[in-house]
Nanobody
Framework: QVLLVESGGGLVQAGGSLRLSCAAS????????MGWFRQAPGKEREFVAA????????RYADSVKGRFTISRDRAKNTVYLQMNSLKPEDTAVYYC???????????????????WGQGTQVTVSS
């Protein structure tokens, strides 16, 4: 069974930092692009960041560029999202996802990602 498990969410004040982790089990994701998405109450799920299988290519939503950093440890089958300078509008459930296809470019579209975690709540207070 393929399993992605997010952790590291919590409550933080505006301006603070959190580091999310996404640990994979069941199979190796080391050859897959990985992404982070988020969904706030009453809103659609939106793209946050993605990283290529080798880690050499990344892509960010404009809203988090310069504040968030995605990285991965292929040996540990884990992807990270370092979130700095957090804002109240970053409050959401954060999901990691794996794209099983081999693509020329990292995708921001949620429908191309095949495996999803259960999500971790991030709440930023003002």
């Amino acid at each position: 069974q393929v399993l992605l498990v997010e952790s590291g969410g919590g409550l933080v004040q505006a301006g603070g930092s959190l580091r999310l982790s996404c640990a994979a089990s069941g199979r190796s994701f080391s050859d897959n692009a990985m992404g982070w998405f988020r969904q706030a109450p009453g809103k659609e799920r939106e793209f946050v960041a993605a990283i290529s299988w080798g880690g050499g290519s990344t892509r960010y939503a404009d809203s988090v560029k310069g504040r968030f950093t995605i990285s991965r440890d292929r040996a540990k089958n884990t992807v990270y999202l370092q979130m700095n300078s957090l804002k109240p509008e970053d409050t959401a459930v954060y999901y990691c996802a794996a794209d099983r296809a081999y693509r020329a470019d990292l995708s921001y579209a949620s429908y191309v990602y095949d495996d999803w975690g259960q999500g971790t709540q991030v709440t930023v207070s003002s």
